[in-house]
């Protein structure tokens, strides 16, 4: 399986300051046939489902506020956050669904200062 | 698309569990279905999906031996069935279209 390791863990950032959260595969999820990153980030509050911000690494999902974007790719992915709302506190989720076997990150909580 | 699933479960240690997840909507044959299981604070575990079309499934290695995925095309249903159950496995159960819509989560308690 292709293990996804997400960095902090956990991070503090004041309102209106950027966050930033990273990711990274184990292997290349990039398909070079069509020149995709099989990456997706989710968003999770409290007793909620995850909601998926950003698709093939940086596509944003219909709805999602643009100050959310995403960028990287081969292994090395990047989910900012350009100007912190209080309605962004959440823990954030990186996947890949590149194998056959989709896999998580294990979560970046994210905080307001 | 959205996607609706059964309602909570409480089962005994031993016994199985079988979730559904239904989709209305318009749904593709070139999709899948996957499902992923939180337990209370704990981060996101990926089960398995399945080929809505061709019915292939691949379910990750952890789950291989005790979870069966299938679905049912004309009524646009799938099924995730986890059998052996331990306390381990309570958890919320979530299914979703690709990566996205996500069913609202079927909570599933093992307990004797």
């Known amino acids: 399986d292709i293990v996804m390791t997400q960095s902090p863990d956990s991070l503090t950032v004041s309102l209106g300051e950027r966050a930033t959260i990273n990711c990274k595969s184990g292997q290349s999820v990039l398909y070079t046939s069509n020149n995709k990153n099989y990456i997706a980030w989710y968003q999770q509050k409290p007793g909620q489902a995850p909601k998926l911000l950003i698709y093939w690494a940086s596509t944003r999902e219909s709805g999602v506020p643009d100050r959310f974007s995403g960028s990287g790719s081969g292994t090395d992915f990047t989910l900012t956050i350009s100007t912190l709302q209080p309605e962004d506190v959440a823990v954030y989720y990186c996947q890949q669904y590149y194998s056959t076997s989709w896999t998580f990150g294990q979560g970046t909580t994210l905080e307001i200062k | 698309i959205q996607l609706v699933q059964s309602g909570p479960e409480v089962k005994k240690p031993g016994t199985s569990v079988r979730v559904s997840c239904k989709a209305s909507?318009?749904?593709?044959?070139?999709?899948?279905i996957q499902w992923v299981r939180q337990a209370r604070g704990q981060r996101l575990e990926w089960i398995g999906l399945?080929?809505?079309?061709?019915?292939?499934?691949n379910c990750a290695q952890k789950f291989q031996d005790r979870v069966t995925i299938t679905r049912d095309t004309s009524t646009s249903t799938a099924y995730m069935e986890l059998s052996s159950l331990r306390s381990e496995d309570t958890a919320m159960y979530f299914c979703a279209w690709g990566v996205a819509p996500w069913g609202q989560g079927t909570l599933v308690t093992v307990s004797s």
């Open positions: 909507g318009f749904t593709s044959l070139d999709s899948v």
């Open positions: 399945i080929v809505v079309g061709s019915g292939d499934t």
